[in-house]
């Protein structure tokens, strides 16, 4: 059956009564700013997230606009040292770290779970309140100096630069408490608001990637919080705990930093493992292969994630032991994420699919990070990361994973939005914006693996003309990749006012968020459906009077 999701004649919605719905049955500004309904927060989460990428692919487009002709010197190297820094701390904190947990994990894992709200409502708008606190504390750096060390706040610089560190560091620090609690809340949903009938291993895979994604987030975070909290001891105080000058040791910063920082990478990576499994088989209309394995490969990845942290500190003067092995280590965590790229191609075997917008996301997605994947394994090996460390060769690869995930992160947006808000966007656009940011992306990065091999430093301000195409293409795709995330912004936002009105099953999704009307109800179900396979589609029937499919159950 073929899956058509076409809005591209959508009608402008009729002035009719909309059915009781979350977003129309309370109005006014407090409405929001007090709710408890787990949907209405992931949407301030939303709000919040949405603002940081605009100002963050400003900031990425700033520096490589420069890299086109720095000898125009759009950039003075101070200003040039704020972009990158912003750029990252934004991105990474502000963005792609509560991304999927807090927007997409907020508003679809009671749903998936046919519960009425998540364990611990009030804990969940204290959490969002907390992350607001942060990003404000985080953006006002824009007014008041920026931020010139890097997003990985390297001592002894950042123990004595006059840039606002001890802003942006208390800012992460509270952004932190709001990462613990969101995950604590996800990993004790999953565990006690189970439906009859959903033993573990008739969760949806997306459930499996939330709790994994909890595990790392209360494991890991503790850390960066303490390591900030003496950093900040440091520079108030003058306390020498990693500053040489003072009798610290800059390495133990290091060391500190990449013991959450590397998890952090997989509490980014792994939710959108999870999106991506349930973005392949619904659009494929398949049964996901090797269901337990992706589901374990999971856990797998939150406990080697907290022990590869030492791959970062192989040119930092560790034992040649220690650093043997963290690279096994480091081509160990390697395994799990293989095992679910495997599985993933395993499901589209055969499969019927549909080249939807999500699905292009997810096909960008699979391409992407099997790129980013494998040049990890060379940043892992020490004999390649000792020539390639400090490198575009790094940036590159790290992108690679990064924009990988906001691919499959876009993906779900598109993919639960008509769920989100009950409309359909217009298909032809979303599609087109899936190819702008998978070309943006290849062109713009692919280039730095090649000037990186060839020895050109990150971070620079100025190159020589060796590497002027390299940079000029890279430059170029940039251009490319902020053309299609506008044209996902444009097209969502759209489809809220323009947009056809949604099915409540547009894909013919199993999982218990397609039995309810969309937007769902306030309360989400009048009473909860009871569990069956989220993966069997011979429960999802078309009607081919209505021209929908028809989930059991549907309220």
């Given at each position: 059956?073929?899956?058509?999701?076409?809005?591209?004649?959508?009608?402008?919605?009729?002035?009719?009564?909309?059915?009781?719905?979350?977003?129309?049955?309370?109005?006014?500004?407090?409405?929001?700013?007090?709710?408890?309904?787990?949907?209405?927060?992931?949407?301030?989460?939303?709000a919040?997230?949405?603002?940081?990428?605009?100002?963050?692919?400003?900031?990425?487009?700033?520096?490589?606009?420069?890299?086109?002709?720095?000898?125009?010197?759009?950039?003075?190297p101070?200003?040039?040292?704020?972009?990158?820094?912003?750029?990252?701390?934004?991105?990474?904190?502000?963005?792609?770290?509560?991304?999927?947990?807090?927007?997409?994990?907020?508003?679809?894992?009671?749903?998936?779970?046919?519960?009425k709200?998540?364990?611990?409502?009030?804990?969940?708008?204290?959490?969002?309140?907390?992350?607001?606190?942060?990003?404000?504390m985080?953006?006002?750096?824009?007014?008041?100096?920026?931020?010139d060390?890097?997003?990985?706040?390297?001592?002894?610089?950042?123990?004595?630069?006059?840039?606002?560190?001890?802003?942006?560091?208390?800012?992460?620090?509270?952004?932190?408490?709001?990462?613990?609690?969101?995950?604590?809340?996800?990993?004790?949903?999953?565990?006690?608001?189970?439906?009859?009938?959903?033993?573990?291993?008739?969760?949806?895979?997306?459930?499996?990637?939330?709790?994994?994604?909890?595990?790392?987030?209360?494991?890991?975070?503790?850390?960066?919080?303490?390591?900030?909290?003496?950093l900040?001891?440091?520079?108030?105080?003058?306390?020498?705990?990693?500053?040489?000058?003072?009798?610290?040791?800059?390495?133990?910063?290091?060391?500190?930093?990449?013991?959450?920082?590397?998890?952090?990478?997989?509490?980014?990576?792994?939710?959108?493992?999870?999106?991506?499994?349930?973005?392949?088989?619904?659009?494929?209309?398949?049964?996901?292969?090797?269901?337990?394995?992706?589901?374990?490969?999971?856990?797998?990845?939150?406990?080697?994630?907290?022990?590869?942290?030492?791959?970062?500190?192989?040119?930092?003067?560790?034992?040649?032991?220690?650093?043997?092995?963290?690279?096994?280590?480091?081509?160990?965590?390697?395994?799990?994420?293989?095992?679910?790229?495997f599985?993933?191609?395993?499901?589209?075997?055969?499969?019927?699919?549909?080249l939807?917008?999500?699905?292009?996301?997810?096909?960008?997605?699979?391409?992407?990070?099997?790129?980013g994947?494998?040049?990890?394994?060379?940043?892992?090996?020490?004999?390649?990361?000792?020539?390639?460390?400090?490198?575009?060769?790094?940036?590159?690869?790290?992108?690679?994973?990064?924009?990988?995930?906001?691919?499959?992160?876009?993906?779900?947006?598109?993919?639960?939005?008509?769920?989100?808000?009950?409309?359909?966007?217009?298909?032809?656009l979303?599609?087109?914006?899936?190819?702008?940011?998978?070309?943006?992306?290849?062109?713009?990065?692919?280039?730095?693996?090649?000037?990186?091999?060839?020895?050109?430093?990150r971070?620079?301000?100025?190159?020589?003309?060796?590497?002027?195409?390299?940079?000029?293409?890279?430059?170029?795709?940039?251009?490319?990749?902020?053309?299609?995330?506008?044209?996902?912004?444009?097209?969502?936002?759209?489809?809220?006012?323009?947009?056809?009105?949604?099915?409540?099953?547009?894909?013919?999704?199993?999982?218990?968020?397609?039995?309810?009307?969309?937007?769902?109800?306030?309360?989400?179900?009048?009473?909860?459906?009871?569990?069956?396979?989220?993966?069997?589609?011979t429960?999802?029937?078309?009607?081919?009077?209505?021209?929908?499919?028809?989930?059991?159950?549907?309220?």
């Amino acid at each position: 059956m073929e899956i058509n999701a076409d809005s591209s004649a959508g009608v402008a919605p009729t002035h009719q009564a909309e059915p009781l719905n979350y977003l129309n049955h309370k109005k006014g500004i407090a409405s929001w700013l007090f709710t408890v309904d787990h949907k209405r927060i992931g949407l301030m989460y939303l709000a919040l997230i949405g603002v940081a990428l605009f100002l963050g692919g400003v900031f990425a487009l700033a520096v490589r606009t420069h890299l086109l002709r720095p000898s125009d010197k759009m950039l003075t190297p101070e200003q040039y040292a704020q972009m990158f820094t912003l750029h990252g701390v934004i991105m990474i904190f502000l963005v792609i770290i509560p991304g999927i947990p807090a927007v997409l994990g907020n508003f679809v894992v009671p749903l998936m779970l046919g519960a009425k709200d998540v364990a611990f409502p009030k804990l969940n708008l204290f959490s969002w309140y907390l992350f607001a606190t942060g990003v404000v504390m985080a953006l006002v750096t824009l007014f008041t100096g920026g931020l010139d060390t890097g997003w990985t706040l390297y001592t002894p610089y950042s123990s004595t630069s006059f840039s606002n560190v001890s802003l942006v560091g208390t800012a992460a620090f509270i952004m932190g408490f709001s990462s613990i609690l969101t995950g604590l809340n996800m990993m004790v949903t999953i565990q006690t608001m189970r439906p009859k009938g959903m033993t573990i291993f008739r969760m949806p895979l997306f459930l499996w990637a939330a709790y994994a994604t909890g595990i790392i987030q209360i494991i890991g975070t503790p850390v960066l919080a303490i390591t900030l909290l003496l950093l900040l001891m440091e520079r108030f105080f003058r306390v020498g705990i990693f500053d040489p000058a003072m009798g610290g040791d800059a390495v133990l910063f290091q060391h500190f930093f990449w013991f959450y920082s590397h998890p952090a990478v997989y509490i980014m990576v792994v939710p959108a493992f999870g999106v991506m499994s349930e973005l392949i088989t619904v659009h494929t209309r398949k049964t996901i292969f090797g269901y337990k394995a992706i589901a374990y490969s999971s856990v797998a990845i939150a406990i080697l994630s907290v022990i590869v942290w030492g791959h970062h500190l192989f040119v930092s003067g560790q034992t040649m032991r220690t650093s043997v092995i963290f690279s096994i280590i480091t081509f160990a965590v390697a395994v799990p994420s293989a095992i679910k790229v495997f599985n993933w191609m395993a499901t589209l075997y055969k499969g019927s699919i549909a080249l939807t917008t999500p699905m292009l996301f997810a096909l960008s997605f699979l391409f992407t990070f099997g790129i980013g994947g494998l040049t990890g394994l060379f940043c892992g090996a020490l004999a390649i990361d000792v020539h390639v460390h400090d490198t575009y060769f790094v940036v590159a690869h790290f992108h690679y994973t990064m924009i990988g995930v906001v691919m499959v992160m876009l993906g779900g947006f598109y993919h639960w939005w008509p769920k989100i808000t009950g409309k359909m966007y217009h298909e032809r656009l979303g599609q087109l914006s899936a190819v702008l940011v998978f070309i943006g992306m290849q062109m713009t990065f692919l280039p730095q693996f090649i000037m990186g091999s060839l020895g050109m430093p990150r971070r620079y301000y100025w190159y020589p003309d060796e590497f002027s195409m390299h940079h000029h293409i890279s430059t170029g795709g940039s251009y490319i990749l902020a053309a299609g995330f506008a044209l996902v912004a444009f097209n969502l936002i759209w489809a809220i006012f323009n947009g056809k009105k949604a099915p409540a099953n547009p894909w013919g999704g199993a999982t218990m968020e397609w039995y309810t009307q969309s937007p769902p109800l306030p309360h989400n179900f009048d009473s909860a459906p009871e569990a069956g396979d989220p993966y069997d589609y011979t429960k999802v029937h078309w009607d081919n009077e209505k021209k929908e499919f028809i989930s059991p159950y549907v309220q």
